[in-house]
């Protein structure tokens, strides 16, 4: 089964994380018979040093011919906010990747890495955040004067509606009993429309509970009680903002992946977190939020959820035996970038032979 994937190294420590995440995949295709062509499209801040551009046109063109993107950090602390970083939002436009997909779980192996007491955590957490990821305030409709900027929020009907149904869809594929929705809809007339649609398409899954929750208040609700979520659906901002809250109650912003996805078209998949250029080089970074996005990719745009599943346990066993130092323990191996990826992909090895 040939796939292309097409592959942005990044700025900082992309190039570490990504290398692993490749490992992972040339790991799938030794034991299946999946069989993948890696086609480099650079991007970001390293690249528009040298072209004057963060995604050249030949980069995108790779893209586009690609069954799916990985992608690695990008972004460098000597150039100004946004000149590598908008890489992303082109990919995200250009592609309509409408979705961004986020899930939050916290291994019980890492349990006493949650900064939040046990009482809290409860029974555990396992939330996807479900992201509209090309609409509202990220559109960058705006402009920015010298005493004054402006930014215009717009959202419309078929936008909230097909990242509505794919929350709704999700949700039943992996037996959620309850989506949740995200909103501000005693202010924002946005809002006030995408509750207005959720409820509307609510009626179309009588089998899933349904909640409106105002951002401000799901804010606390999700340190107070993070268990009692499962799909949690949102707009742009607020679902960048309330993701990245989220992901740092299971240990570390390294342990996070996503998806940047349009169902049957090319989407792109990274981890959440940073360049990180202050540990480039080091080999301490955490690549399980990248091996974890090639998860989600084998998972939603090849529909391989036991291979998704596969490398999901050989995560949570490698992390029985050694960490990268961001969540290390005493009583486990501190292991590199590297070694971390090897562990890993041992485990997965062992599994796809089984």
Known sequence: MKKIIAITR???????????GIKILKIVSEFTDYDFEFNDAPAGGEVWKVFGTNLPEKSFDTIKKSDALLFGAIGLPDLPPGVAESAIMKIRQGLDLYINLRPVKLYDVLREKCPLKSEFIGKGIDITFVRENTEGLYKNIGK?????????????????ERIIKFA???AKKNRHKIVTSVDKANILNTSKLWRKIFH?????YSNIETEDIYID??????????????????????????????????GSLGMGPSGNIHPGKV????????????????????PIGTILSVKLMFEESFHSSEIGKKIDTAVEEALLEGRTTDIKSDSLKTLTTI?????????????LKA
């Not at 990044?10 to 692993?20: H, R």
């Not at 509307?200 to 179309?204: P, R």
């Not at 959440?272 to 480039?280: M, R, W």
Request: glycine share 12%; proline share 4%; hydrophobic share 35%.
């Open 168 to 170: 709704f869809e999700f």
């Open 217 to 250: 208040a799901f804010t606390q609700w999700l340190i107070r009680a993070p268990h009692r979520f499962q799909t949690v659906v949102t707009g742009n901002m607020f679902g960048d903002i309330i993701s990245d809250e989220g992901a740092f109650l299971v």
């Open 339 to 351: 070694k971390m990826g090897d562990l890993i992909s041992s485990k997965l090895k062992n599994k």
């Open 10 to 20: 990044g700025d900082g420590c992309g190039p570490e994380v990504v290398n692993e």
């Open 200 to 204: 509307e398409m609510s009626g179309d």
């Open 267 to 286: 989407s792109m998949y990274e981890p959440i977190h940073g360049s990180a250029p202050d540990i480039a080089g080091k080999g301490i970074a955490n």
């Open 144 to 160: 920015l004067g010298e005493d004054s900027a402006e930014n215009l929020m717009v959202y419309s009907r078929e936008g909230c």
